[in-house]
């Protein structure tokens, strides 16, 4: 009756980064056990599981996206990367309040809900859920009763993966692998859209024409960076003229009073906590060069093609990124603070001298 082996075996054909293996290793069987069950059983109890389909066809013309699984902005993008796959659906998406702000004026879901009750009375042909967690599937039995439904994690859970090339992969599996294995590994990135407002808003800064970026702050210890302050002091050495432009969320406020203590230079700007994600995401988009930790700015730096320098720590860099980021990352095994100022200087001028950096036209 129950395959265990769903919440660790990837549901698609290919191949792809993931920490499967440490997963097994080290993660309690008998908890993921009575995790799957209940799921399974809770599917049951809402009477979804004769509706569960493992496949989205050409009938399959009106759909909403079910995302409450995704708990960061970061998380979202990656998770909701594969949209781009369903450009002839018309596809509704439903998920928390913060992760909703992240979809204005999106290219690809149609609308952008917040509130199940927004959607009660909609008629859909396929529902997408993201996971098979009791919030979604709760909430899928009371908006959409008797409407079939894929799931894109499905009981999948636990092994750490990419999760851009899991959205991917597992949405080409969804739709009947129309795409080679190579060819979703060339296409996998995240995208997001960047309303006309939040454009005018970061167009009335007048940004200098040439900057870079740096990310400050973070929510994890061991992924943020307390060097910056070094960094910034050797680029400028460097370069005289350059001008870096300082971001992040309220976070960063006590590394941003730091680093201006720290640097005293008219060439450094900050705009740290002053703008919300989308307008930060926009002036990100315009810097040659963003330097980040792992979080959901490098997300988005990845999204609008702006070349990152992003260092990491625990997670390698193949589990956070695919060939399609313009990257020169930097990763230690415990923490980035290990991460010198120097390797990280050294990292600017491999990415400089790159023939594929924009930074020398």
Same mark, same amino acid.
Request: with cysteine; charged share 25%; hydrophobic share 40%.
């Given at each position: 009756?129950?395959?265990?082996?769903?919440?660790?075996?990837?549901?698609?054909?290919?191949?792809?980064?993931?920490?499967?293996?440490?997963?097994?290793?080290?993660? =309690?069987? &008998?908890? +993921?056990?009575? @995790?799957? *069950?209940?799921?399974?059983? %809770?599917? #049951?109890?809402?009477?979804?599981?004769?509706?569960?389909?493992?496949?989205?066809?050409?009938?399959?013309?009106?759909?909403?996206?079910?995302?409450?699984?995704?708990?960061?902005?970061?998380?979202?993008?990656?998770?909701?990367?594969?949209?781009?796959?369903?450009?002839?659906?018309?596809?509704?998406?439903?998920?928390?309040?913060?992760?909703?702000?992240?979809?204005?004026?999106?290219?690809?879901? =149609?609308? &952008?809900? +917040?509130?199940? @009750?927004? *959607?009660?009375?909609?008629? %859909?042909? #396929?529902?997408?859920?993201?996971?098979?967690?009791?919030?979604?599937?709760?909430?899928?039995?009371?908006?959409?009763?008797?409407?079939?439904?894929?799931?894109?994690?499905?009981?999948?859970?636990?092994?750490?993966?990419?999760?851009?090339?899991?959205?991917?992969?597992?949405?080409?599996?969804?739709?009947?692998?129309?795409?080679?294995?190579?060819?979703?590994?060339?296409?996998?990135?995240?995208?997001?859209? &960047?309303?006309?407002?939040? @454009?005018?808003?970061?167009?009335?800064?007048?940004?200098?024409?040439?900057?870079?970026?740096?990310?400050?702050?973070?929510?994890?210890?061991?992924?943020?960076?307390?060097?910056?302050?070094?960094?910034?002091?050797?680029?400028?050495?460097?370069?005289?003229?350059?001008?870096?432009?300082?971001?992040?969320?309220?976070?960063?406020?006590?590394?941003?009073?730091?680093?201006?203590?720290k640097v005293s230079s008219s060439n450094l700007l900050s705009y740290v906590a002053k703008f919300t994600f989308n307008q930060t995401a926009q002036i990100i988009s315009q810097a040659n060069l963003l330097f980040?930790?792992?979080?959901?700015?490098?997300?988005?730096?990845?999204?609008?093609?702006?070349?990152?320098?992003?260092?990491?720590?625990?997670?390698?860099?193949?589990?956070?990124?695919?060939?399609?980021?313009?990257?020169?990352?930097?990763?230690?095994?415990?923490?980035?603070?290990?991460?010198?100022?120097?390797?990280?200087?050294?990292?600017?001028?491999?990415?400089?001298?790159?023939?594929?950096?924009?930074?020398?036209?």
């Open positions: 009756m129950f395959d265990y082996k769903q919440t660790y075996t990837l549901p698609f054909k290919f191949d792809i980064p993931n920490y499967t293996k440490e997963f097994l290793n080290t993660r =309690s069987i &008998i908890k +993921s056990w009575i @995790k799957y *069950v209940k799921r399974y059983l %809770y599917i #049951l109890f809402k009477d979804q599981n004769s509706l569960e389909i493992f496949q989205i066809t050409d009938k399959h013309k009106d759909i909403l996206w079910i995302n409450f699984s995704a708990p960061s902005l970061g998380d979202s993008l990656m998770d909701l990367s594969s949209r781009v796959l369903l450009t002839d659906k018309n596809v509704d998406l439903l998920t928390d309040k913060k992760n909703a702000n992240l979809y204005k004026d999106d290219l690809f879901f =149609s609308s &952008i809900f +917040s509130n199940q @009750k927004e *959607v009660i009375n909609k008629s %859909y042909d #396929l529902i997408i859920i993201d996971s098979y967690g009791t919030k979604s599937i709760d909430i899928k039995s009371n908006i959409a009763t008797l409407t079939p439904f894929v799931g894109m994690y499905g009981y999948f859970n636990g092994p750490e993966v990419n999760r851009v090339l899991f959205s991917f992969h597992q949405m080409n599996n969804l739709l009947g692998f129309n795409h080679a294995e190579s060819e979703i590994n060339k296409m996998a990135k995240s995208s997001m859209s &960047i309303s006309t407002f939040d @454009k005018g808003i970061v167009e009335s800064l007048k940004l200098p024409k040439n900057f870079i970026a740096i990310v400050i702050g973070g929510e994890w210890e061991y992924r943020t960076y307390n060097n910056w302050y070094k960094v910034i002091e050797k680029l400028l050495s460097k370069d005289t003229s350059l001008k870096i432009i300082l971001l992040g969320s309220d976070n960063a406020k006590e590394a941003e009073k730091e680093i201006l203590d980040c930790c792992d979080g959901g700015l490098m997300h988005a730096a990845n999204a609008l093609d702006t070349e990152i320098i992003p260092l990491f720590a625990r997670l390698h860099a193949e589990m956070q990124l695919t060939i399609s980021c313009r990257s020169f990352p930097l990763f230690d095994q415990t923490d980035v603070n290990n991460i010198s100022a120097e390797d990280v200087i050294l990292k600017y001028t491999e990415a400089y001298n790159s023939k594929h950096n924009y930074l020398l036209s």
